[in-house]
């Protein structure tokens, strides 16, 4: 490149690098002030993926240039390299930035996971230039697992190509919420909208198969610039915002879970014998001093008496925090245990199902012992099920007998010892963990834990009837019973811990709307499993077939005109959902009985929490499992504060509004 033509690119960029420089006048007045400054900026972690040569390595190395992160040695080097390795007709090649290997300069293509850092006013970068290639689909794995948007780039020219399915999937598969498709090298299909269009479809018709919320297409020319700071003049066509602006404003503050505390042991610190400390880096959730917490697997409970950090003591911390905790108790805690709330616990099971991907040359073995990392423990365990493998090109399950390098499939795995655990898209902190072989000491594996049941688990929920059965219609409309009842069919769930009060509202209910002439009935868990559900146990899976059952009874009472009022435990958000599904969405409703444990052990005359704090009863929620709380419903009661005959007037209140009674 030519000390001239050097220039003109870089007045050509001149206006953008003023606009995204992370230079702040700070720097030259109060050093220290821009430092906090810089500090306090949020951090966005993204990685680019895609097919091969669709422009990602070009990408950040322009963002990196207008962000003013290149040093001139660094850009005189890569002038030079544009000559002999460039793929721009030996015009400044950005992509040489981040393809520093010597392999990929030759090829032109990413192999290994390349890191690059920026900054804005507004926010600081972390970048992960994945490669394209199949044969590296472990390396993009590792790249994606800590992002918390991707950006997946799609040549216009040649459209959504197999590599891009297979980023895409694992992408999802890996929980990333935010998804940037860049439709790159749009100045090669002279800026069409046409085919920005038909791109957008073909894209959108393969996602819906995904888990992939919040996505966002941008039309752009990564080496021209277009759209990436500036809306571009050549495609005014396109109103959205533009990549960085997208970039520096998407919203990831709410992706952290900081509702389930976590924080796993990674050593205990015994500096002197008047101080004993729990070190280690929350995974999720929040923590104050003189909170109630628990250890695992001991069930040990105490009281958070300091929050102790380099800076200091703290009131509160939270993800992602690295902190030291002491407790008002001398109780035993190790590295490898976890600290917990009591009443928001985790799963503590030895076998789960899992999505993994593998890493090693040598292929997945089922039955051979490996061990297994997962947050500060170490425990021997076993692939004891390879269910499927996952073509990530068609997203077929296919039946195979091991996993190869870059292979992924569903598996069960079985520890040796029990550990806690939560699915990895409610908190990917505590639902991951990595496979590490016994003899070599290497990673052979990466592995994202399912909040799906195990295959040799009861779960009914899916099963179709036999072909042979077919639904009997009645000869009394609904019509014909809304106009006898007065009323319209409907399924009220009052949901809410063991002592929130969902029995006791559920029969004051009933007798409001039969004395005010209403047709209804009342479905008590409890009485349930005296009767149609006296085979279940309190598993977590059992918990879900006597909602299952009581959702088809529930059903039954709707169909037959009535109003039912269903007092069950019910703990799982997914579980309610698939109630709700078995019912119809549009006479289910939710009254979240909202009444602290501590309130709910006051009122428990049978000693049920007493048992499970003993252990006597498993998987009890609040205290030996987790209590999903409804996020989003009809009706919240917090009866701790009200008195029955308030919360059933909320109740009728309710029903009115929703047009269920008049």
Not at 214 to 226: E, V
Not at 391 to 398: A, C, I, Q
Request: hydrophobic content about 40%.
């Amino acid at each position: 490149m030519t000390t001239t033509s050097r220039d003109q690119w870089k007045k050509k960029r001149k206006k953008g690098i003023s606009e995204l420089s992370h230079q702040s006048d700070l720097i030259a007045t109060d050093i220290d002030a821009y430092l906090k400054q810089h500090e306090n900026k949020e951090l966005l972690r993204f990685l680019t993926c895609g097919s091969v040569d669709d422009g990602k390595s070009t990408l950040i190395g322009m963002l990196l240039y207008e962000a003013k992160m290149i040093y001139e040695d660094q850009l005189a080097a890569v002038e030079q390299a544009s000559a002999t390795h460039g793929t721009t007709g030996g015009e400044f090649d950005p992509a040489l930035l981040t393809d520093g290997l010597k392999a990929e300069r030759e090829q032109g293509i990413t192999i290994d996971v390349a890191y690059r850092y920026f900054s804005t006013a507004k926010r600081k970068f972390i970048i992960a230039d994945c490669p394209g290639h199949e044969q590296y689909t472990r390396n993009m794995a590792t790249g994606a697992s800590t992002c918390d948007l991707a950006i997946i780039l799609i040549d216009a020219r040649h459209g959504v190509m197999t590599q891009t399915k297979r980023h895409s999937f694992i992408v999802s598969l890996l929980g990333i919420k935010h998804v940037l498709v860049a439709i790159n090298k749009m100045d090669l299909v002279d800026f069409s909208q046409e085919r920005y269009d038909e791109i957008v479809r073909e894209y959108r018709d393969f996602a819906t198969r995904l888990d992939m919320p919040d996505q966002h297409f941008i039309p752009i020319s990564a080496l021209k610039g277009d759209n990436l700071l500036e809306h571009s003049p050549n495609m005014p066509w396109h109103e959205g915002a533009t990549l960085m602006h997208h970039l520096e404003n998407v919203n990831i503050a709410s992706d952290r879970n900081l509702i389930d505390f976590r924080m796993p042991v990674q050593y205990v610190n015994r500096p002197h014998l008047d101080f004993r400390g729990f070190c280690g880096t929350i995974a999720s959730g929040m923590v104050h001093r003189g909170d109630e917490v628990m250890v695992l697997p001991s069930r040990r409970k105490s009281r958070i008496k300091s929050i102790v950090t380099y800076d200091g003591e703290l009131e509160e911390a939270f993800a992602p925090l690295a902190v030291t905790l002491t407790t008002e108790d001398e109780i035993d805690i190790s590295r490898g245990d976890m600290i917990v709330r009591p009443e928001n616990l985790p799963s503590v099971t030895n076998k789960f199902d899992a999505s993994i991907v593998w890493m090693a040359d040598e292929s997945l073995v089922p039955g051979k012992e490996y061990w297994v990392k997962h947050c500060s423990k170490m425990a021997s365990g076993r692939i004891s099920t390879l269910r499927y493998k996952i073509d990530v090109n068609t997203l077929h399950r296919n039946p195979a007998p091991t996993l190869e390098l870059n292979e992924i499939g569903r598996c069960q795995v079985q520890l040796n010892q029990a550990i806690a655990l939560d699915g990895y898209r409610r908190n990917k902190g505590t639902g991951s963990f990595v496979i590490i072989d016994r003899v070599s000491n290497v990673t052979v594996g990466a592995g994202m834990i399912l909040d799906r049941k195990t295959a040799d688990e009861t779960d009914h929920w899916d099963d179709q009837a036999d072909e042979h059965l077919h639904t009997e219609r009645s000869n009394v409309t609904l019509q014909e019973r809304h106009a006898r009842f007065g009323q319209k069919p409907a399924t009220l769930l009052l949901t809410g811990l063991a002592g929130a009060g969902k029995t006791t509202l559920a029969y004051a209910l009933e007798r409001r709307l039969f004395h005010e002439g209403r047709a209804c009935c009342v479905l008590d868990g409890q009485n349930m499993r005296r009767g149609i559900s006296r085979d279940l146990g309190f598993t977590a899976d059992d918990r879900s077939e006597n909602l299952r059952r009581g959702a088809e009874v529930a059903k039954l009472m709707n169909d037959a005109g009535l109003i039912c009022i269903a007092a069950m435990l019910a703990p799982r958000a997914t579980v309610r959902q698939k109630a709700a599904e078995v019912i119809g969405p549009e006479r289910f409703l939710v009254v979240h009985l909202d009444v602290p444990v501590e309130v709910c052990r006051t009122r428990d005359q049978k000693g049920l929490y007493r048992a499970a704090d003993l252990g006597e009863i498993a998987n009890f929620p609040g205290v030996t499992s987790a209590y999903e709380a409804p996020l989003s419903p009809d009706l919240v009661l917090q009866t701790n504060d009200l008195d029955p005959i308030g919360c059933v007037d909320q109740l009728m209140a309710l029903l009115s509004e929703r047009g269920i009674i008049s």
